[in-house]
């Protein structure tokens, strides 16, 4: 049996609703692991029209604690394969078996599907990192990569019991990178297809500065950005190289944000937030008195 796994705070319900509609007909159990969102009325009657489980979160947990839930949920109710979804993605024809396909026939241990923004259908490319340096490959029938996106992984209940929970003091923001690096360090693959694609947004907004995509996020994810990047420096199993270029790319980063966002006060005082707290190890839920 394969489950989705759907997390969900404040979504917007029409773009909730055409992923529940891309889901139907191709897989029959459909979670739902809403994070206390303030719209929880409109995301009940939807998971309702549709069949869906709804688990309920008195308050947002994070995105990693809501993942986990989901997944033991669904593992408990005997599902094989599991597949993680962003409320804002939506799966193409035939995505379910295409990826349950591919998975099999290549021996891989979490899979990604090609995905593009549905703003501008612009397909993402796959992306590997060659020590500090990152290299943007196009997706074919397999193509390895360094990591997947949460959104769109497809993985089985035995990989998931191996590799273990997603980590859930980064809260949110690099869980996905952290998990496949933790994945790869047991020796499964990681990789994506083009069997199969799905509509996805990455970042608050997108700037096209100097001929690259910069994702814009809002000052609260930018002190996630900064904070868990230190999570990520402090663990062995994550590359070297990886490590450079976070510790140079986080003060870049940070500063297009404080340039780029309107609220610069508050983005100042959430990077100044993440910087301490990623020094002092303060992880988990942002916490200020």
Known sequence: MISSITVTFNPDILCLEKQFLSLNGQLKEIIVVDNG???????KELANKFNCSLISLPANMGLSH??????????????????????????GDNFITAMAEVYSQYNVGILG??????????????????????????????????????????????????????EEALFVDYIDVEWALR???????????????????????????????????SPMRRYFLVRNSFFMIRKSYIPMGYKIRELFLNFIRA?????????KKKTLKMIIYGISDGLTGKFGPFKRS
Not at 37 to 43: A, L, R, Y
């Open 113 to 166: 599907p090609t995905f593009f923004d549905p703003h501008t259908n612009e397909f993402y490319w796959g992306t590997n990192y060659i020590g500090p340096f990152i290299k943007r490959i196009p997706i074919q029938d397999i193509t390895d990569v360094t990591y997947v996106i949460a959104s769109g992984s497809f993985f089985s209940s035995e990989v998931y019991k191996k590799v273990g929970k997603m």
């Open 37 to 43: 969102s303030e719209n929880h009325s409109e995301i």
């Open 66 to 91: 809501a993942q986990n839930i989901g997944i033991q949920q669904a593992i408990s109710q005997g599902s094989d394969y599991l597949l993680l979804l962003d409320q804002d993605s939506v799966l």
């Open 255 to 263: 500063l297009l944000s404080l340039v780029l966002n309107k609220d």
């Open 183 to 217: 994945a790869k360090q047991l020796g499964f693959r990681v990789a994506m297809t083009n069997r199969a694609s799905m509509a996805h947004t990455i970042g608050d907004s997108r700037l096209n500065l100097f001929g690259r995509k910069i994702s814009i996020h």
